[in-house]
């Protein structure tokens, strides 16, 4: 089946440094990507939806220059948060949109990426 | 899209059914019920979805109230490894935008 994968899987850095993490849709071809965010016990909150070769679009309260998200490719898609504060550590999830008719425009998530900023 | 309203936590024996019920009184004609559940430390995975038929797979079955503004998600013999957190969202078709609730944390019990 269709899978959507995220790297890495989890990553520290170091305050004031930029991290960029990796979405991946191995199977089909995924013209449209979205960036979550999750904080322990809370829900998932959308944070962009990427779209390719376009610029993405973010939703109200999410940084854009903070939170740099590139889709150049359709089954790549990346989320670099740059000068990263320890208040930005969460897990990062990414979906994507399988446009095949095969697959009815399915939604596929990815297994998230957890960030410790230290 | 229409808000969705889930209790925040179930208890169900292992073996039997868990009934997980959404509310989305507000949900419009051409709007979908979609339900997704999080594993701990995981991304959501796909259960089911539908427009006003019940639907089944081998996941589970989906339930859809006449009025659409009520569904109960159904796992006919919960396991210990269907504990998770289980997200009902509506949303139109043709658009891919998901706003998650805060779901229903199911606990399956020994």
């Known amino acids: 089946g269709a899978v959507v994968s995220q790297h890495p899987s989890w990553v520290i850095c170091k305050s004031g440094t930029s991290v960029k993490i990796e979405c991946r849709s191995l199977?089909?071809?995924?013209?449209?990507m979205f960036w979550y965010r999750q904080f322990p016990k809370q829900s998932l909150m959308l944070m962009a939806t990427?779209?390719?070769?376009?610029?993405?679009?973010?939703e109200q309260g999410v940084e854009k220059d903070k939170f740099l998200i590139n889709h150049a490719s359709l089954t790549l898609s990346t989320l670099t948060v740059t000068s990263a504060h320890p208040e930005d550590s969460s897990f990062y999830i990414c979906s994507a949109r399988d446009g095949g008719s095969r697959a009815g425009n399915t939604i596929y998530f990815g297994e998230g990426s957890w960030l410790t900023v230290v | 899209d229409a808000k969705t309203t889930q209790p925040p936590s179930m208890d169900c024996a292992e073996g039997r059914a868990a009934n997980l019920p959404c509310n989305h009184s507000?949900?419009?004609?051409?709007?979908?019920v979609y339900w997704y559940r999080q594993i701990h430390s995981q991304g959501p995975q796909y259960i089911i979805h539908g427009l006003k038929n019940n639907e089944t797979n081998e996941m589970a079955s989906l339930i859809i109230t006449e009025d659409r503004k009520s569904s109960t998600l159904i796992l006919p013999h919960a396991t210990l490894r269907d504990t998770a957190v289980y997200y009902c969202i509506v949303k139109t078709s043709g658009t891919y935008k998901y706003i998650f609730g805060t779901g229903t944390r199911l606990k399956v019990l020994a």
């Open positions: 990427s779209n390719e070769g376009s610029k993405a679009t973010y």
């Open positions: 199977d089909f071809q995924a013209t449209t």
């Open positions: 507000t949900i419009s004609g051409n709007e979908y």
